[in-house]
């Protein structure tokens, strides 16, 4: 498993104070072993396929009731992505949008 994310935080202009950052995460193959409750049977393993995760944040910063604050918003799995992770192989979760306010004082 890989992760990297990257962060740009403009400073000037009429973008002055907006964050943007792209990441992701990759997965190679994994197997995940099988069970079998015959007696003497083999059991089978799944192999689950690699995949890549894409997620991106978005944020301003803004002043509000003369307090710095912050709204921002996350999305995970950007491209909506069916995917098997985990030790079980379950299915990642679809698509989600978060959205939050920091507010400093």
């Known amino acids: 498993t890989f992760s990297l994310w990257d962060r740009y935080h403009f400073t000037n202009g009429s973008v002055k104070g907006l964050s943007i950052a792209f990441g992701g995460r990759y997965s190679s193959a994994a ?3 099988g069970t079998s409750s015959a007696v003497n049977s083999p059991t089978t ?9 894409l997620n ?5 910063d803004i002043e509000l009731f003369g307090h710095k604050a912050a709204l921002q918003m996350n999305i995970n799995n950007l491209t909506d992505k ?3 992770d985990g030790p079980e192989g379950m299915f990642g979760p679809p698509r989600k949008i978060f959205l939050s306010m920091d507010m400093r004082y």
């Open 82 to 84: 069916v995917y098997r």
């Open 31 to 33: 197997a995940i072993p």
């Open 45 to 53: 393993n799944l192999t689950l396929p690699s995949f890549f995760i």
């Open 56 to 60: 991106m944040m978005i944020s301003k």
